[in-house]
Nanobody
């Protein structure tokens, strides 16, 4: 059974940082394209960051220069380092592993508010 479990969300003030983690069981992250998505209240889910199997990264324009996606193959975990957080980053963040199959975590809430 495949499970992706996110952690690391929380309530922070604007300008602060958070690091989200997504640990997998049942699949090996190194064989997948890994994505972080987010969904804010009343909005569609949006793709925030991508890490391909060969290590290429891509980011949404809204987070470029502030967020960084990385992978620890030994821990089978993908991370999203989020710096200089803004109120508009408030959302539920989901990790996603995509290859022939598509796996999702349950989401972790990030709230940026003063």
């Amino acid at each position: 059974q495949v499970q992706l479990v996110e952690s690391g969300g929380g309530l922070v003030q604007p300008g602060e940082s958070l690091r989200l983690s997504c640990a997998a069981s049942g699949i090996i992250f190194g064989f997948y394209t890994l994505n972080w998505h987010r969904q804010a209240p009343g909005k569609q889910r949006e793709l925030v960051a991508t890490l391909t199997r060969d290590g290429t990264t891509n980011y949404a324009d809204s987070v470029k220069g502030r967020f960084a996606i990385s992978r620890d193959n030994a821990e089978n975990t993908v991370y999203l380092q989020m710096n200089n957080l803004k109120p508009e980053d408030t959302a539920v963040y989901y990790c996603n592993a995509k290859q022939l199959n598509d796996y999702w975590g349950q989401g972790t809430q990030v709230t940026v508010s003063s």
